[in-house]
């Protein structure tokens, strides 16, 4: 299933690489052009709209023209018909008309020049500009058409590569399937929620004439006391017989008791996993407030160190509330696997370990277990003793540090002297490894070789993080 998974990551992988990223990218090429061609169909209309208003304006003025020399014309007729005027008055205005007569033929040989250029230019646009640039539209559109129908072939193509390996996929999974055991399988899943409890023992024969014995196994399901080991058939028996019964509903104990013990085991297990990963939680925090205080006090000018007491403080307490859980939690998980009968290696994990270190507690546990009437005992005695031998094996953890691996690189943007302790200094431009990012501090870890490694302000370097690295993540 996982190959036939990646191959399908492949083909999406050869379409985003292949067309995606190439259609998008040929797709603003294209915008880009029909953006330009239309602007030039509009700066083509706004030319022939100015040259329609030369023309119009010209028109205008010719006819304006004309009218004055009409008029100018008839006034001169007149005056030159009425005796009472002047021949002065008659002279000045058979001038005047001639004046305007010309204007008249200025105005017309204008208005022809601008016609005769308006004419051409309509042409051209109706017969030379317009067709261009749809003709250039139209092959950008055959253009895309094409590089379209390219696209669906290369995808063909490498559907086609990735056929015959699917095809194989799919045959490994009819493989798989054919090859499925359901008696191993049922196997699995009796050994996963397998109780843990042992059948009770045989009844022994019961003679009235003495009084009643029975042998009951260490484990048996029976809640008998010692002084009230007598059978009730009459009336209802407070123990469970069996672990089908329904159980009673109610709050859960924190130490899971209410579980058959392997289910109780693994409870337990996953209880103090989670524990263990809150634990280095805290502990990776209170680190990072560590170092900002160190930082702080070095840098004054960057914050105030006291400030950050209170939050140290707390974490603290917290790192250590969670310790006494854990080990709480584990001495339970310590009683419970020195209880058991048998377990598998894959079962004993932590606890394998905790017995090879402590085995006496482990014993003690059980054999107070074994005493207890109910099945209950109190751990006060051991407690102390388990505590210990956790805790010291809890800290050694954390006692070995390996190199951190680089999650990234970083670019220097300013030149930066580091002079106090932990501190790199860089030069602008220069190119490093980056180990650890910003935990919200204000500060990178990076490393330039194998011996020289330190922190560096976030604010000067540009960080490129690998995504395929672990862990890797911004702080912001």
Not at 37 to 44: E, I, L, P, Q, T
Not at 145 to 171: H, N
Not at 196 to 225: A, H, W
Not at 384 to 390: A, D, R
Request: hydrophobic share 30%; aromatic share 8%; charged share 35%.
């Amino acid at each position: 299933m996982n190959d036939y998974a990646g191959q399908h990551e492949v083909i999406s992988e050869n379409m985003t690489s292949n067309i995606t990223v190439e259609l998008a990218r040929y797709v603003q090429e294209l915008k880009q052009e029909r953006k330009s061609y239309f602007h030039d169909g509009r700066k083509a209309q706004q030319h022939i709209e100015i040259c329609w208003k030369q023309l119009e304006s010209s028109k205008r003025r010719f006819e304006r023209d004309c009218k004055e020399a009409d008029r100018a014309q008839q006034y001169f007729e007149k005056m030159d018909a009425d005796i009472n005027v002047t021949k002065a008055d008659v002279e000045k205005a058979r001038q005047q008309a001639q004046v305007r007569h010309q204007m008249a033929e200025d105005s017309k040989a204008d208005y022809s020049s601008i016609l005769q250029k308006f004419n051409h230019e309509q042409h051209e646009y109706y017969h030379t500009h317009i067709p261009n640039i749809f003709q250039k539209i139209q092959e950008m559109e055959e253009r895309r058409i094409v590089r379209i129908g390219e696209s669906m072939k290369t995808y063909a193509e490498v559907d086609r590569q990735v056929i015959p390996i699917i095809g194989k996929c799919l045959d490994e999974i009819v493989k798989a399937a054919e090859s499925i055991d359901q008696k191993n399988d049922s196997q699995l899943v009796i050994e996963a929620y397998k109780s843990g409890f042992e059948p009770p023992g045989d009844i022994e024969f019961e003679d009235y004439t003495q009084p009643m014995k029975r042998t009951v196994s260490d484990n048996s399901l029976s809640n008998s006391r010692e002084g009230k080991s007598e059978l009730k058939f009459g009336g209802k028996s407070k123990g469970k017989l069996w672990p089908f019964i329904k159980k009673n509903k109610g709050a859960t104990p924190e130490d899971f008791s209410n579980l058959p013990p392997e289910q109780r085991r693994k409870k337990l297990q996953q209880k103090v996993d989670e524990l263990n990963k809150e634990i280095q939680k805290e502990m990776d925090q209170r680190d990072a407030i560590t170092k900002m205080k160190d930082v702080y006090l070095k840098n004054p000018q960057m914050g105030d160190p006291a400030s950050l007491d209170h939050k140290l403080a707390e974490v603290s307490q917290n790192i250590e509330k969670l310790r006494l859980e854990a080990q709480k939690f584990e001495a339970w998980l310590a009683e419970v696997e020195g209880r058991l009968p048998a377990r598998s290696e894959q079962g004993r994990r932590q606890s394998g370990m905790f017995d090879a270190q402590n085995p006496a507690t482990v014993n003690s546990c059980a054999q107070d277990r074994e005493s207890s009437p109910d099945g209950s005992y109190t751990e006060e005695q051991s407690q102390e003793g388990e505590v210990k031998v956790l805790a010291t094996d809890f800290d050694d953890e954390f006692d070995e540090e390996e190199p951190l691996p680089a999650i990234g690189t970083c670019k220097a943007l300013y030149t930066f002297e580091g002079q106090n302790e932990g501190t790199v200094s860089v030069v602008e431009g220069e190119t490093l490894y980056v180990i650890e990012e910003d935990k919200g501090d204000g500060w990178t870890r990076i490393r330039r070789n194998e011996d020289e490694e330190g922190y560096v302000p976030t604010s000067y370097v540009e960080v490129y993080l690998d995504k395929n690295a672990k862990g890797a993540k911004t702080y912001i």
